[in-house]
């Protein structure tokens, strides 16, 4: 019997903890989590804000309730502050200032990624908001009751921040979109693709302001006015969604980090101190599409991390397959997806690096109703014909096709292998000249 402790219990955590009580039985388990919620699913924020979903209810999958039910000690508003990890003892403080002494013979650390923060003037004013918690969600909602919030500047636009300018706008607000690059989504699309958002987002009302550096937010008290290297925009709300870093304050003195910070695991999820492992957004993925060590923080990963924990924590040897970043979105109608890396990504790595693109209706001509065009576009490397990446973007929803191409990737199929696959065909669902063999067949 192990005692195994877990700290952090969000996504990963509470993958770890499941997997652990549901297939071992002669485990104590012992958690941790600085927060009084657990599962909180941020990728429903944006339409718990915009209104496309009745409440924050069904944003929750799992509770400390239901881990003691099924077997756990669960420490919750209780926050670690220190790893002896020599004599494998852990030092928390709970929420009435009780210090809480545990030891352990394995951790896991699950400690997740904290909002980055602009180091600019004005950050503590009322109505800056970050957007991580259920309580961040439930704050800005509470706020935008209030008439005073009419003008809304959200400042980033990777997927969160662009998810939440059409929240905002469905709420009847003014919204202005800042980022510091040439425009939105610049990890996981193409110009071709990024432009297609942006016309999204435009046609939709929301102004959006690229290749502007945030310098300042200003107000007495309350925000007011939010000031960038070319101008001043009004503000009653200001967003900042410009990423995370992996929070690995009690490690890293004491465990091998990664570039950004997060702590570095090998395939097993295992840090380089024995039964110590880290999953979720505070720990490195392998990333296949460069074939190494990468940082990609999404849930998914969490959850696919505290499994493969979970196991070999128990003595079940389970190695990661590696990941794609494979990710979705869906603006106004507007459906993009994308795995692996795109083709400036793939230059910019030193890759020898092509693409092909098809665009096409999704079904034949002739079925009048239900029936849009897909821009699709697979990058590849010119010398090993390896499949890269792709992103495929259309009104209809084309989201399944993505994994496939996340499969291509892990097996390191190349794009040749593609051009003459067995695709079925069926007007109802799509044409004979299907825009997948079209794309493959069009590299050179
Ligand atoms: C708005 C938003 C939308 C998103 N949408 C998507 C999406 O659509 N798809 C997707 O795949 N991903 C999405 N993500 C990313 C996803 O939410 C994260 O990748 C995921 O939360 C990572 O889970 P985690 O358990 O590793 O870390 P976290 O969720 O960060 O959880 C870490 C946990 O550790 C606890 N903790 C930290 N330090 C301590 C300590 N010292 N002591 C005790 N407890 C501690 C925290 O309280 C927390 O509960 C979204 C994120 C946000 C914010």
């Known amino acids: 019997m192990s005692k195994i402790v877990i700290i952090g219990a969000n996504h990963a955590g509470t993958a770890a903890i499941n997997t652990i009580l549901n297939n071992y039985s002669n485990n104590e388990v012992v958690v941790f989590d600085k927060n009084s919620n657990i599962s909180f ?33 669960i420490h919750m508003e209780t926050e670690v502050q220190k790893i002896d990890y020599i004599n494998k003892i852990i030092y928390a403080k709970n929420k009435l200032g009780k210090d809480i002494i545990e ?16 180091n600019i003037p004005g950050l503590s004013l009322n109505n800056v908001q970050f957007v991580k918690l259920y309580q961040d969600a439930a704050d800005v909602i509470e706020k935008l009751k209030t008439d005073s919030i009419k003008n809304v500047v959200v400042v980033g636009a990777g997927y969160i921040g662009v998810e939440l300018v059409e ?42 302001h690229y290749g502007e550096k945030v310098l ?36 890293k003195d004491s465990l091998e980090l990664f570039k950004n910070c997060a702590f570095k695991v090998d395939l097993t999820q295992k840090t380089n101190l024995k039964d ?59 459906n993009m997806v994308s795995t692996g890396l795109i083709l400036e990504k793939a230059i910019k790595l030193g890759f020898n690096a092509g693409s092909t693109s098809f665009q096409d209706l999704q079904k034949p001509a002739f079925i009048e109703h239900n029936n849009n065009e897909v821009l699709i576009k697979i990058v590849y490397d010119l010398d090993t014909r390896r499949i890269l990446g792709t992103q495929i973007a259309s009104k209809q929803d084309i989201s399944m096709a993505i994994h496939m191409f996340s499969l291509a990737i892990q097996e390191k199929l190349t794009i040749d292998k593609l051009k003459l696959l067995d695709i079925f065909f069926l007007p109802h669902f799509n044409q004979p000249y299907n825009y997948i063999t079209m794309a493959a067949l069009g590299a050179k």
């Open 41 to 73: 699913l941020g990728c429903g924020m944006a339409l718990w804000i915009g209104k496309q979903i009745s409440g924050s209810e069904g944003l929750f999958y799992s509770s400390q309730d239901k881990l003691e039910k099924n077997g756990a000690k």
């Open 103 to 118: 030891t352990y013979d394995k951790l896991i650390l699950s400690t997740g990624s904290i909002p980055n923060k602009l």
């Open 167 to 208: 929240a905002f706008q469905r709420c009847g607000k003014n919204v202005d979109l800042i980022d510091l690059t040439d425009s939105c989504l610049s990890e996981y699309y193409d110009k071709e693709f990024r432009d297609k958002m942006t016309k999204t987002l435009t046609d939709n009302g929301i102004d959006t």
């Open 216 to 251: 300042e937010i200003i107000g007495d008290k309350k925000v007011e006015k939010i000031i960038t290297n070319k101008k001043s925009y009004k503000a009653d709300m200001v967003i900042l969604a410009v990423g995370f870093t992996p929070n690995t304050f009690l490690g």
């Open 276 to 334: 110590v492992y880290a999953i979720g957004d505070c720990a490195t993925v392998f990333d296949n599409s460069i074939q190494d060590t990468n940082y990609i923080a999404l849930a998914t990963n969490a959850v696919r991390s505290g499994i493969i924990a979970g196991h070999n924590v128990c003595g079940t040897k389970l190695e990661s397959v590696g990941v794609q970043g494979s990710n979705g979105i869906s603006i106004y109608g507007l």
